[in-house]
């Protein structure tokens, strides 16, 4: 049924979760991190999604993308072209900017 692991196989390596949860943290804090104070960009963080921060340095509710990862920018990019796409549906329509 399932293959027993002999006694001179290598087990699969463990993964410190704390010490990257330390780096991620750290990375987080640090103000070179953050272009423009808005845009958080760290290739050592493993979160492609990651907590707001304000301007005085304190978290806020929401979150932000770590576009240092792929699937983060590729998520916002899919964002933002919904929401061009939206727009351009409501212009073409001409239900955007009618008066009541």
Do not use: C
């Amino acid at each position: 049924m399932s293959e027993e692991h002999s006694s001179g196989s290598t087990p699969p390596p463990v993964h410190d979760w704390s010490a990257q949860q330390r780096i991620d943290e750290s990375e987080w804090e640090n103000p070179a991190n953050w272009r423009f104070g808005l845009f958080y960009y760290s290739e050592r963080d493993s979160r492609p999604w990651v907590p707001k921060r304000s301007m005085f340095g304190r978290r806020r509710f929401g979150g932000t993308p770590n576009f240092a990862k792929p699937a983060a920018r590729a998520y916002f990019m899919l964002m933002v072209g919904i929401a061009v796409l939206v727009i351009l549906v409501l212009i073409a329509s001409g239900h955007f900017g009618k008066g009541p």
